[in-house]
């Protein structure tokens, strides 16, 4: 898994010619480092007697933003394997009718598949603004730009997942199944851009 590797390796592999990791694992990657600064926010909160009447809260926090930030890196790698199933079915044998039919069905498929893994990295990234918006409320002041930085890249997280939704739909002729993500998508996409601001502007008023 690319998350188990080295950093460096990992962006020499995305800025090579190489299709995989592309834009999809790079914004779960994003995401993963919004929800890690999430549980930052939080550990430096955790028994400071400041805070003692958020210490129930802010351990539910740490707990949330974890279990948030495994997903998102579990999908940096999963965006990988979609692509290589998505690059098999196009690469299918299409001399016969019966040959065409089979891989117009896995073109069909594999496209449906890489569609709902940006789209969980989408879902993930609101979870990461929606904490990050619990963090700069209650959490440690001295840490609070880091809640700041956490929503901004959930919401560059979730516009990078959007475009790698959108770039898959165009491929799908299922139009029911594609109104209904671009909808998600779309709502998503405006209840992040909603957090960011109201995190921001949080953010910037407690730096004074």
Same mark, same amino acid.
Request: hydrophobic content about 45%; aromatic content about 4%; overall charge negative.
């Given at each position: 898994?690319? #998350?188990?590797?080295?950093? #460096?390796?990992?962006?020499?592999?995305?800025?090579?010619?190489?299709?995989?990791?592309?834009?999809?694992?790079?914004?779960?990657? /994003? /995401? %993963? !480092?919004?929800?890690?600064?999430?549980?930052?926010?939080?550990?430096?909160?955790?028994?400071?007697?400041?805070?003692?009447?958020?210490?129930?809260?802010?351990?539910?926090?740490?707990?949330?933003?974890?279990?948030?930030?495994?997903?998102?890196?579990?999908?940096?790698?999963?965006?990988?394997?979609?692509?290589?199933?998505?690059?098999?079915?196009?690469?299918?044998?299409?001399?016969?009718?019966?040959?065409?039919?089979?891989?117009?069905?896995?073109?069909?498929? /594999?496209?449906?598949?890489?569609?709902?893994?940006?789209?969980?990295?989408?879902?993930?990234?609101?979870? #990461? %603004?929606?904490?990050?918006?619990?963090?700069?409320?209650?959490?440690?002041?001295?840490? &609070?730009?880091?809640?700041?930085?956490? &929503?901004?890249? %959930?919401? %560059?997280?979730?516009?990078?997942?959007?475009?790698?939704?959108? !770039?898959?739909?165009?491929?799908?002729?299922?139009?029911?199944?594609?109104?209904?993500?671009?909808?998600?998508?779309?709502?998503?996409?405006?209840?992040?851009?909603?957090?960011?601001?109201? &995190?921001?502007?949080?953010?910037?008023?407690?730096?004074?």
């Amino acid at each position: 898994m690319y #998350v188990e590797g080295k950093i #460096v390796d990992f962006l020499d592999k995305l800025a090579s010619a190489s299709p995989e990791p592309g834009g999809g694992s790079a914004s779960a990657l /994003a /995401a %993963a !480092i919004g929800a890690a600064l999430v549980s930052m926010v939080a550990n430096l909160t955790i028994g400071k007697e400041k805070y003692a009447d958020v210490q129930d809260r802010i351990n539910e926090l740490v707990k949330r933003s974890e279990a948030v930030r495994t997903r998102l890196q579990e999908l940096v790698q999963e965006d990988t394997e979609v692509y290589g199933v998505l690059s098999k079915a196009f690469k299918m044998p299409r001399d016969t009718d019966d040959e065409k039919a089979k891989k117009a069905d896995a073109i069909q498929a /594999a496209c449906k598949d890489a569609t709902m893994v940006p789209y969980a990295i989408a879902e993930q990234c609101l979870q #990461v %603004a929606e904490l990050s918006d619990t963090a700069a409320d209650i959490g440690n002041v001295g840490a &609070v730009s880091d809640a700041g930085v956490a &929503v901004l890249l %959930a919401d %560059a997280g979730a516009q990078c997942a959007a475009l790698n939704v959108k !770039i898959n739909l165009g491929t799908i002729k299922d139009q029911a199944f594609n109104d209904e993500k671009w909808a998600g998508i779309t709502d998503i996409l405006s209840r992040t851009a909603e957090l960011k601001d109201k &995190v921001v502007e949080v953010t910037y008023r407690k730096l004074g």
